[in-house]
């Protein structure tokens, strides 16, 4: 072939079922470990106590985070009514509500309207930055942080479950398909609030994360398992760099416009993509992984993220 990899190492996506309890950044440095290698970062975090699907990418497929920042994602949420929380779920200071607690058809009858585009006013104890600090921290400081509403869509919103053996505190299972940035937990105390009594976040599991769902993922159990004999134990549990980029087309290319691209030049595909899009996988002709590239003018394909490296055998590309 006229390129080769990018040398040895552990390069793919491997989606963590991620337990209640540890970061996100927890499950990233025991990948990290286990995996023996420092590129290692995770697609979209999930506070300690919730659950669910984290992908996390390894080696090379780290160059492809980027692409995955606006995924949507898709949760399972206990959320309980009669009592708001300070943080939003659990995990905060419970205050009770005021006033009787909602019925069954009254929480249904609420969820339309926080259907679809809404705006959302982040969580006081957040990670997003205010002059540079946390809001988290300031939270956590007494002081009163003041979040600018954000632009969400909420694409389904399902109730599930309704429990009301505890009738002052009916507590419902919701599911959840929505835009990235979402917070749950804003959600759950908007929708205590739209009912007339208050709400949190008792529980959650993110069910899906762009292209990958919990049936696709793999517990912590099972990832210390196949790394006890060695890092290249994780190798069969390793998913394709270019997983969850079906919306870019396939663009295969001659052994010369593979040569092109792995010196960073740009090529005008002969057999070029049949669709509009704004990036493409391309493809040698062995079917291998070898760019992402973005279309320019003249039907140029210029590479954005190249996976392969130009040997020195590489003749030289015909322009």
């Known amino acids: 072939m006229a390129h080769s990899s990018l040398g040895p190492g552990l390069d793919g996506i491997l989606v963590v079922a991620k337990p209640t309890g540890p970061t996100s950044h927890d499950v990233v440095a025991l990948v990290r470990r286990l995996a023996a290698t420092k590129r290692v970062g995770h697609g979209g975090t999930l506070d300690p106590f919730a659950a669910g699907v ?52 009254t929480v249904e009858g609420a969820l339309p309207a926080l259907t679809g585009p809404i705006s959302q006013r982040p969580p006081a104890y957040s990670a997003i930055k205010v002059a540079g600090r946390r809001a988290y921290a300031m939270a956590r400081a007494g002081e009163t942080v003041a979040l600018p509403s954000r632009d969400v869509t909420i694409h389904r919103l399902e109730l599930l479950e309704w429990d009301d053996s505890d009738p002052e505190r009916p507590v419902a299972v919701v599911d959840v398909t929505c835009s990235a940035g979402t917070y749950v937990r804003a959600l759950a105390r908007d929708l ?26 793999v517990s912590l ?68 992984l070898v760019a992402i590239a973005a279309p320019g003018s003249g039907g140029r394909l210029t590479p954005e993220k190249v996976f392969v490296a130009p040997t020195a055998a590489d003749p030289t590309p015909v322009a």
């Open 192 to 217: 205590g609030e739209r009912v007339g009594s208050a709400a949190y976040l008792g529980a959650l599991t993110r069910t899906a994360s762009g292209g990958f769902g919990l049936a696709d993922s």
């Open 221 to 288: 159990d099972d990832i210390r398992t196949a790394a006890a004999p060695g890092p290249d134990g994780l190798r069969n549990l390793l998913r394709p760099i270019d997983v969850g980029l079906e919306r870019f087309p396939v663009v295969t290319l001659t052994a010369d416009e593979v040569v092109a691209i792995a010196r960073g030049q740009f090529v005008r595909p002969a057999n070029g993509p049949e669709t509009r899009a704004d990036h493409y996988r391309l493809r040698d002709p062995d079917g291998r």
């Open 54 to 105: 984290l992908p996390v990418f390894l080696g090379h497929a780290t160059r492809v985070v980027e692409y995955h920042l606006g995924d949507e994602k898709a949760y399972r949420a206990t959320v309980c009514f009669g009592a708001s929380s300070t943080t939003d779920d659990l995990e905060g200071e419970l205050t009770p509500a005021d006033g009787a607690a909602p019925s069954r058809s």
